[in-house]
């Protein structure tokens, strides 16, 4: 049962980490819940600013959040991005008089892991039985025996530094010759303490899309699926971004497609963190390669997905913080995920030169007149009642519609309404998805 009842509304101060769009998706449900009393953003935006209060604290500075929670009585804290989760936010928060008892959403260092170290959670996946790419992981000492595993492996090859690497440590190596220069510059510093260890794995040939667990450790719920477009240019074709837009729900992700994902990796990946004591209470994202309808997990991120949370959240019809409470203090168990059957669409409006070298700075004019359409924000901040663009992913626009053909239209409509120089968007997000 839940721990929170309607008929004598329990309501408590929330403090949510983070400054995205994901993050103002979250703000946004979390400040709708009858359960909320006061919401606090750290650091925020100016969208997470119409749901809540931001607060300038840094998100590795665990003494500076934890004298917050005690001073404002933060009864639920909601990590939005990985950094604080694989710093041990978690661990930190949990050892201090008066903090106890709040609801953390996030696992500890241990749970963390899952993200933080891609030779951990391969190792894990295969532990468990858990279906994914064959691999082996790398020493900097031991570049030769590295080498020798790139022999047995077939063009396109695919390295990954195994720590974090702000979503830039996967490279895909077309020839041999580039997939040894690769691991030669990862070895030598590239990507920093994150490539001193490396992953190199067999590459699958499949479409992608991601699942999202939340779990209090024992029971888990599965929340609606969505698929993400990674790629800056259209058609999927040119360098990686944080997400250039996402669709939920997937039209190839059938029950049967939902079951096996259910039985060989959720299954397995919630028992196989019990088996090994990793106490986890927070979400699960599952990165998977569907190859010829089988399910293979390419990786795990102990967070929600950006911009995957965009269009996951409109769908939800739960008490987001009744929910998040119960995942936060062991309490899961019955609750059930109720679902809008709409179809939710995200496009994500970047800064021109994105993700390479681009400008900031320049005013976003329209944000008040577009209409049917919900603008969470990323890259912006306000400054003398105008918004500015202040990073590379700008605004994500968000759409619910009938299907993705309505979806598409509803949501390139209102981005008309939106000007910023250089201003880039991907005019295909879900095209791919439709019937032809
Ligand atoms: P990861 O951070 O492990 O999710 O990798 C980033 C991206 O690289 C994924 O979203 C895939 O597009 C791609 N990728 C990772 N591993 C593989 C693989 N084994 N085969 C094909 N593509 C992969
Ligand atoms: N959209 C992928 C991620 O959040 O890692």
Redesign the pocket.
Known sequence: MSGLKNQDVCQMNILLLGSGARENALAKSLSESKHCSKLFIAPGNPGTAAFGTNVPLSLTDFEQISTFCLSQGVELLVAGPEEPLVKGIRDFLENIPGLEKMAIIGPGSAGAMLEGS?AFSKAFMQRHGIPT?RYQSFQQHQAKEAIAFLKQLNAPY?I?ASGLAA?KG?V?ANTFEEAVSELEQMFGGKFGTAGQEVVI????KGI?CSVFVLTDGHDYVILPEAKDY?RIGEGDTGL?TGGMGAVSPVPFYDEKLAQLVKERMVEPTIRGLQREGILYNGFIFL?L?VVNHEPYL??YNCRMGDPETEVVIPRLKNDLVDLLYAAGTGKLKNHTIETDDLTALTVVCVSGGYPEIFQKGFVIAGLDQVAGVEIYHAGTKSEENKVLTSGGRVLACTVLAEDIRQARAKVYKAIEGIQYQGMYFRRDIGKDLMPE
């Open positions: 891609k790419a695919v990954k979503g996967v895909i794995e067999e590459f699958l992608e990674k990686n990165g390669m390419i990786e």
